[in-house]
């Protein structure tokens, strides 16, 4: 098995817990170096997973690789990511706004798109209870981008 085969295998794994923990020290790791980037193409494809969960952590994932983006290949998965501001599970659309301020730290130049997404997102489609929780986290991440913004 290759290290990319093993990689996606583990953080698909059918034991949730097992397999979240191995996302979290990918992530932890991912802050310390590049070493998972080249694997950016496999955590963006776990986006369109249908399981939620799996889509939770390839969130966590990509946002913290998003620093060690040279190559700008965010530009191109960016709108792949963004389609989970409004992800039919609402936990893992708060984990994508949640997440967003990290990759507008990362990557100044892709600011403007995740604002006008978080701007017009439709939370109508979320329960009454969830609704006002993804909007708290709406105007958080706008919160923290803008001030982001003062710094550059």
Known sequence: MTDQEELLERLT????K???????????ESR???RFYP????FAALLHHRNSLVRNRAISILAVNARWDSENRYDALIDDFLA???????????QCI?????IAAAKPSLISRIRAVLENADLSGYRDSMRPL???DIVSALQKIAEQEKKI
């Not at 794994?13 to 949730?16: E, I, Q, R, T, V």
């Not at 694997?39 to 496999?42: E, Q």
């Not at 949640?98 to 990290?102: G, S, T, V």
Request: negative net charge; contains cysteine.
């Open 13 to 16: 794994d059918k034991d949730a």
């Open 98 to 102: 949640q997440a967003l301020p990290e």
């Open 32 to 34: 310390e170096s590049d």
């Open 84 to 94: 989970h501001v409004t992800d039919e599970k609402p936990i893992t659309a708060r």
């Open 134 to 136: 993804i909007l708290k």
């Open 18 to 28: 097992s397999a979240c923990a191995y996302a979290d020290k990918l992530a932890a």
């Open 39 to 42: 694997y950016l193409d496999d």
